[in-house]
């Protein structure tokens, strides 16, 4: 069975760094890409951007590019999530998916349980 | 970027109705258009992939619909269990990109 954990909830204040994760089981790691998806209180669905975990190829949404970075380590089956600065208006939830065919852009059919980032002095 | 424009953004249904929810997209994309339904407090769970197909162990009452820049998702006989927010998400090109969604509340 394919599973995401994510890594729990975090409650950060404004400038502060933070990684959070995504553990991935159930399926070869390195076969399928990885998108992080936002979701603010009360909004819908952001992509933010998605890493190919065999050669770490990435790609961002415009929107995120630069203000967060995503990562893996293929020897821990693990996705990251990362800020160097957190902002306020970062608070949500995120999600970590697998995408659902090898190596081209398909829809997500895994998705993690969701982490919940809150930033506030 | 292609922009997804989901509408209505919320219906008011009763049990056994038919409901209709359009996905435009701001350009052609094929059919490389899914479906999503998400309940308060859970992640969101694939229906619908390439338009028109049906994700395993989804219910047949799920269809969706369409090409190039029109879509369609249309449950045929609405359940308790449908009771949630729906969006679409084109998978033609990167940004990949969301529809705003659309909340099936109880009528």
């Known amino acids: 069975e394919v599973q995401l954990v994510q890594s729990g909830a975090e409650v950060k204040k404004p400038g502060e760094s933070l990684r959070i994760s995504c553990q991935a089981s159930?399926?070869?790691?390195?076969?399928?890409?990885i998108s992080w998806v936002r979701q603010m209180p009360g909004k819908g669905l952001e992509w933010m951007g998605r890493?190919?975990?065999?050669?770490?190829?990435?790609n961002y949404s415009p929107s995120f590019q630069g203000h967060v970075t995503i990562s893996v380590d293929k020897s821990l089956n693990t996705a990251y999530l990362q800020w160097s600065r957190l902002k306020p208006s970062d608070t949500a939830m995120y999600y970590c998916?697998?995408?659902?065919?090898?190596?081209?852009?398909?829809?997500?059919?895994?998705w993690g349980q969701g982490t919940l980032v809150a930033v506030s002095s | 970027d292609t922009q997804m424009t989901q509408s209505p953004s919320s219906v008011s249904a009763s049990l056994g109705d038919r409901v209709t929810i359009t996905c435009r997209a701001s350009?052609?994309?094929?059919?490389?258009l899914g479906w999503y339904q998400q309940k308060p407090g859970k992640a969101p769970k694939l229906l619908i992939y390439?338009?028109?197909s049906l994700q395993s162990g989804v219910p047949s009452r799920f269809s969706g619909s369409g090409s190039g820049t029109h879509f369609t998702l249309t449950i045929s006989s609405l359940q308790a269990d449908d009771f949630a927010t729906y969006y679409c998400?084109?998978?033609?090109?990167?940004?990949?990109?969301f529809g705003g969604g659309t909340k099936v509340e109880m009528k």
């Open positions: 998916a697998r995408h659902m065919v090898r190596g081209v852009i398909s829809p997500a059919t895994a």
């Open positions: 159930g399926y070869t790691f390195t076969h399928y890409w």
């Open positions: 890493i190919d975990p065999d050669d770490s190829e990435t």
């Open positions: 350009e052609g994309i094929g059919n490389w």
């Open positions: 390439a338009a028109s």
């Open positions: 998400q084109q998978a033609n090109s990167f940004p990949l990109t």
